[in-house]
């Protein structure tokens, strides 16, 4: 009897690997060839059948996996690498842009229901800034996904092209357990809703996270808000050289196109039911545009200007609403966080007489600064509601308003700040304003002041600046 049930077993293990993993609920990648010792070719097109099947696919065996180009995955399916699992990026048939991207990216077509647990990416210097989708740059990249969880992701070497997770037109997106570390951007989103982003150790030379809802032309598929969020739990490491900051709050605003006005790389217009812009070279060249962009996908070349078809769901003005920022520790000496117009060779965010793009609601708690050096916690350069900053340890680090003249009102900003420790000794000039007709209504309660003789101060500039305060120097 014994020696029955024995053979019965080894007759049930011994089923083909396929079998025996479907019935169990997933697919192991093993089983297509997906393989350390496998060519880069060969591992891109196993890990490209498993991904097919859908589900929930395994990579278990521990070791580095060469991969040679982008794979795609699709609706229903969960990726999950073990411990010990790397896959390498390598150069067998050219350079690619994403180690793995959504199908649905291609088409447009949301896709839903995606999980990615433990991915760890070597670069290996295979960098292309995009290819599949005009601006999504991501070694990562989602673009039309709804409920996406990427879990456990790690990255060490990023150059300057790519950035290490980027998602664009996205609803229900959680990124928890990252490090990124590198020369481009961490997590890097465009329009979407609803997110978190958590427990992240960041050291990269541009931004550590950037939610950009406006973006070069290059550096993002299309515009609009990205709003009710959480990041939280996130660490800006010290590193030699730096550009960017912790965390870029980008938004825009554009125009209908009208005939003899004068664009530049990245403008968007407003045309036939859709948004276009200016795909050209980052020269600083300006074109003056006499013929209506009308052709429904692709781009176009037109009085010499090319224009490419963004979206067909039309805005005016994109920026970031409704989101917490919580548990924040900055080492790095540089600006924490701008909110922020661009306005360059690459892109301006704002066309001039466009609708004002009012960003909405952005709270600040529990950020830690932990350098000396006397950089700005916060730049504000565009048009913001509300800012609150609570429970949050501040040094020689002010709040900044500036402006890049992109309009000629700013509207007013309310900065409440209650809670916060001031490690500072002698004055400190809380807030200094550098835009003309600024409105801000300064209010503070509840702080502690650390540094012997701490005085607060406020430089209004040609603004108006009402001051509701308890800080030495500020209160009446």
């Not at 000039?429 to 600024?438: A, F, I, R, S």
Request: net charge neutral; aromatic share 10%; glycine share 8%.
């Amino acid at each position: 009897m014994k020696s029955r049930i024995a053979l019965m077993l080894i007759v049930f293990f011994t089923q083909s690997n396929v079998g025996i993993c479907q019935k169990i609920g997933f697919t192991d990648a093993a089983q297509f060839g997906f393989l350390p010792q496998a060519s880069g070719i060969q591992n891109a097109k196993a890990l490209q059948k498993a991904l097919t099947i859908g589900g929930t696919i395994v990579v278990s065996k521990p070791g580095i996996y060469k991969m040679a180009e982008t794979v795609y995955i699709s609706s229903n399916t969960t990726l999950d690498f073990g411990n010990g699992v790397f896959l390498k990026k390598v150069d067998e048939q050219g350079v690619f842009t994403h180690v793995i991207l959504n199908k649905g990216a291609l088409t447009k077509t949301y896709d839903q229901n995606i999980g990615i647990k433990g991915l760890n990416i070597i670069v290996n210097g295979i960098d292309k800034a995009f290819s599949e989708v005009y601006g999504l740059r991501g070694q990562l990249a989602f673009f039309y996904a709804k409920d996406i969880r990427i879990e456990r992701f790690r990255c060490m070497d990023l150059t300057k092209m790519q950035f290490g997770i980027h998602v664009c037109s996205f609803e229900d997106l959680i990124i928890d357990d990252v490090i990124i570390k590198g020369e481009k951007d961490g997590v890097h989103l465009g329009r979407g809703e609803r997110f978190t982003i958590k427990n992240g150790v960041f050291q990269t030379f541009d931004d550590a996270i950037a939610l950009n809802a406006h973006d070069y032309a290059t550096s993002n598929p299309e515009l609009g808000w990205i709003e009710n969020g959480v990041i939280e739990n996130c660490h800006d490491l010290n590193a030699e050289n730096t550009v960017g900051y912790f965390c870029r709050i980008l938004a825009g605003a554009w125009t209908d196109w009208k005939e003899g006005m004068e664009v530049q790389q990245s403008d968007a217009v407003v045309s036939n039911g859709k948004i276009y812009r200016v795909q050209a070279k980052a020269d600083g060249t300006k074109y003056i545009s006499n013929t209506k962009p009308t052709h429904l996908g692709g781009s176009q070349i037109l009085d010499g200007i090319n224009w490419g078809v963004v979206q067909d769901d039309v805005t005016y003005t994109a920026g970031v609403r409704n989101v917490i920022f919580r548990n924040i520790f900055l080492e790095k000496p540089r600006i924490g966080l701008s909110i922020h117009f661009d306005n360059d060779r690459y892109s301006r965010s704002y066309y001039p007489n466009a609708p004002i793009p009012l960003q909405e609601n952005l709270s600040f708690d529990n950020v830690q600064i932990l350098h000396d050096k006397p950089v700005p916690f916060l730049v504000i350069a565009t048009p913001v509601d509300l800012v609150t900053i609570r429970n949050s340890s501040i040094r020689n680090n002010p709040i900044k308003f500036v402006s890049n003249k992109a309009m000629t009102d700013y509207m007013k900003t309310i900065i409440h700040l209650y809670g916060c420790s001031f490690d500072v000794n002698g004055v400190f000039e809380l807030l200094h304003n550098d835009v003309e007709g600024k409105k801000i209504h300064l209010k503070t309660s509840n702080n502690v002041e650390l540094g012997e003789n701490f005085a607060a101060k406020v430089y209004a500039g040609k603004g108006d600046l009402i001051i509701d305060s308890d800080l030495k120097g500020l209160k009446k």
